[in-house]
């Protein structure tokens, strides 16, 4: 079957990093994708992955390892606005989402 | 407005009590979703529109009806609900390609948070 494998919640410092897992088993691939979502609100497009490496787009990154099924989000200089839950969803073969529980992050001072 | 909303919400109603959920798109896109997110749980696809076609129907109960009677629009009609229906329902839209499964980035509405009685 599919699965998508990500940590129920996490704890980070304030300024800090903090690197969240996502692991993944799908029917075939077509990328990965991260999103972050606060707390009743919308979940908003973060990144994604298709290759293997490391994308940067400011304090976040996201990285993808295709042949063990990996991939991560890193936070650095964490705010408390980071504070929301990081939803992880691989593409299969028929371009349907496979979605993660989520991560709830919570920021402290 | 820009982006994807959503009306209502908040809804609060009883089991036999019918009610519509809205959904607009303001991005050009030709593809909809229907998601219901509950706590702790993955994201569960409900329905998919392509071009204002049904596409996807993943085992929803009938008490759940869509429509779609343009690429910006999107319902979910509700009917006869139950208690472990309440949950938030996510509306989202991308592109994609005709003819083909292809679909690029989902973007999402803020959702309806639903109450079943």
């Known amino acids: 079957g599919q699965n998508i494998d990500q940590p129920t919640e996490m704890t980070a410092t304030e300024g800090a990093i903090v690197q969240i897992n996502c692991t993944y088993q799908t029917s075939g691939f077509n990328g990965l994708f991260w999103y972050q979502q606060h707390a009743g609100e919308a979940p908003t497009f973060l990144s994604y992955?298709?290759l293997d490496g490391l994308e940067e787009k400011g304090r976040f990154s996201s990285f993808l390892s295709r042949s063990k099924g990996y991939s991560y989000l890193l936070l650095k200089e964490l705010q408390m606005k980071d504070s929301a839950s990081y939803l992880c969803?691989?593409?299969?073969?028929?371009?349907?989402?496979?979605w993660g529980a989520g991560t709830k992050l919570i920021i402290k001072p | 407005e820009t982006g994807v909303t959503q009306t209502p919400r908040h809804l609060v109603m009883g089991m036999t009590n019918k009610k519509s959920l809205k959904c607009e798109q303001h991005l050009g896109h030709n593809a909809m979703y229907w998601y219901k997110q509950s706590a702790k749980k993955p994201l569960e696809l409900m329905f998919v529109?392509?071009?204002?076609?049904?596409?996807e129907n993943n085992s929803v109960p009938s008490r759940f009806s869509p429509e779609c009677p343009n690429s910006s629009h999107l319902f979910l009609h509700l009917h006869t609900l139950q208690p472990e229906d309440s949950a938030l329902y996510l509306c989202a839209s991308s592109q994609a390609a005709s003819g083909g499964p292809y679909t690029d980035t989902q973007y999402f509405g803020p959702g309806t948070r639903l109450t079943v009685l």
């Open positions: 529109y392509n071009f204002k076609e049904q596409t």
């Open positions: 969803a691989a593409m299969d073969s028929n371009y349907q989402l496979i």
């Open positions: 992955n298709v």
